[in-house]
């Protein structure tokens, strides 16, 4: 079983910035991209940023410049630095991990959620 573990959601103000973790625990073989996603009130769930195994990176149009990500392969640990958070950032943040087992097979594991809360 995979199992993924988040942290670092909160309140903020606007301007201010949240580091977001997710780890990967249990049996794999390999890890392959790793997502954030966020979903806020009434909206649909978006992806936010990407990063693949070997460190390329893909973001929203709405968080270049002010959101990166990044990993620690060694940890399985994909981060989210936010920065210049506004309060359209407000939303459950949400990290997807895709690996592979021992088996062979593919696997794609979702985060239960941290809130980010950035007030005005």
């Known amino acids: 079983q995979v199992q993924l573990v988040e942290s670092g959601g909160g309140l903020v103000q606007t301007g201010g910035s949240l580091r977001l973790s997710c780890a990967a625990s249990g049996r794999f073989r390999s890890i392959g991209d790793m997502d954030w996603y966020r979903q806020a009130p009434g909206k649909q769930r978006e992806l936010v940023a990407t990063i693949t195994r070997y460190g390329g990176t893909t973001y929203a149009d709405s968080v270049k410049g002010r959101f990166t990500i990044s990993r620690d392969n060694a940890k399985n640990t994909v981060y989210l630095q936010m920065n210049n958070l506004k309060p359209e950032d407000t939303a459950v943040y949400y990290c997807?991990?895709?690996?592979?087992?021992?088996?062979?097979?593919?696997?794609?594991?979702w985060g239960s959620g941290t809130q980010v809360t950035v007030s005005s």
């Open positions: 997807k991990v895709q690996g592979a087992d021992w088996y062979g097979s593919s696997f794609v594991r």
